[in-house]
């Protein structure tokens, strides 16, 4: 469902300053100077995909039709390798941390992205949609995920030389290329180092290994001059920044008392209202390569029948999922999951009182998605929940009824 990329390129991970693979997509209104629909409204979505040691990367299926949905219906689209995935740098973690920063990294971007792209119309009565969303092991990552105001504060007044000022710089460079070709006339598909149009793309094409690695080095370089472009006009102030850490929060100790020359804060709002899609979350793993290899998102003292404040604990650990609209969607046949420990869960977090949480269990579906019509069921499902989302009085309990009666 998705088209090919309106850009591809790289970004530093806070975690560690490794590279990733990034893609994003504009919908059709941005695509399309001469489309008749409604214009953009700013909203964004990350997509993220399933465990890379078993072969996850962006390119799969699941991933395709739940941003291709997105994309559709008017979301900027963002999806990327984690660690180790395809020619991302590194490997994949044992505790999902490094992960989180990936993604963090890329919702940094995507935010900054849109900013500059479009900066915030000032008329609208509510703010643009940030939604996270994942398959399977993305799933896990996007429950876990800070909330969207502590991953903003990290690139609010980034020190230099880090890669969270790389990232906002980036996001400049690339959304302010952009503009300068949507806003001219008949452009040539390569912008300024940036894969324009996604014609270049190497996961969806062959071609000279030899020749691709030498464009990826200039194009990398072309990048890398124009942020230093950037940072050598940017307004500097010294100051304390927060630092991402291997816990995902600022170190006192490291960072506290340090002061920086750090990029000023840029005029106007860079804010979103949260929004969370999880497709297959492998929630009760029952394979031991599974559950040595995630970190299962559900402790096992959550779901014994005997304990108490069952509830308080799952709001205690997901309370994001809770107080922001949330759409789970699983298969009753998934064999990557509990059924029992998947049911408790969902429903524990949409009896919370005043619970924005959602869920659909989709009958004959199994973790990929490819018995039957189970695909068109999701994306109907995500459809559904996404329309629900860019409307002004916000996700209703009517979606999930909406959902329900059409799985």
Known sequence: MLPRPCLSFTLPSVYDNIKLDCRVYHPPCLRDPSHSGAPWAGHAAVVAHPYAPLGGCYDDPVVDVAAGTLLQLGFLIATFNFRGAASSEGRTSWTSKPEQADYSSVVGFLAYYVHYLAPADRSRSQLPIMLFAGYSYGAMVTTRLPPLETILAYFATPAIHTPEADIRLRAQHLAEARRSLMAGPASPRRAQGVRVGGDEDSSRRSHDGQGHAMSELLREDRIRESVRHLLSRAKLVYRRSPRWTSSGSESESEHGNKMDH??????????????????????????????????????????????????????????????????????????????????????????????????????????????????????????????????????????????????
């Open 262 to 407: 750090c990029l000023e804060k840029v005029d106007g709002n860079v804010a979103f209202r949260s929004a969370y899609l999880a497709v297959s979350p492998p929630v009760g793993l029952v394979t031991r390569l599974a559950t040595m290899s995630f970190a299962n998102p559900l402790p096992a003292s959550w779901m014994s029948r005997a304990g108490t404040g069952a509830q308080d604990r799952a709001v205690e650990e997901y309370g994001l999922l809770s107080t922001n609209p949330t759409l789970v969607v699983y298969g009753d046949q998934d064999g990557f999951i509990s059924q029992r420990k998947m049911r408790e869960w969902t429903r524990l977090l949409a009896g919370v009182e005043e619970s924005r949480f959602r869920y659909v269990e989709v009958a004959g579906a199994g973790h990929f998605w490819v018995e039957g019509d189970v695909m068109y069921r999701l994306r109907d499902a995500i459809g559904i929940f996404a329309t629900e989302l860019t409307r002004l009085d916000g996700t209703s309990g009517a979606s999930l009824q909406m959902v329900q009666d059409l799985i």
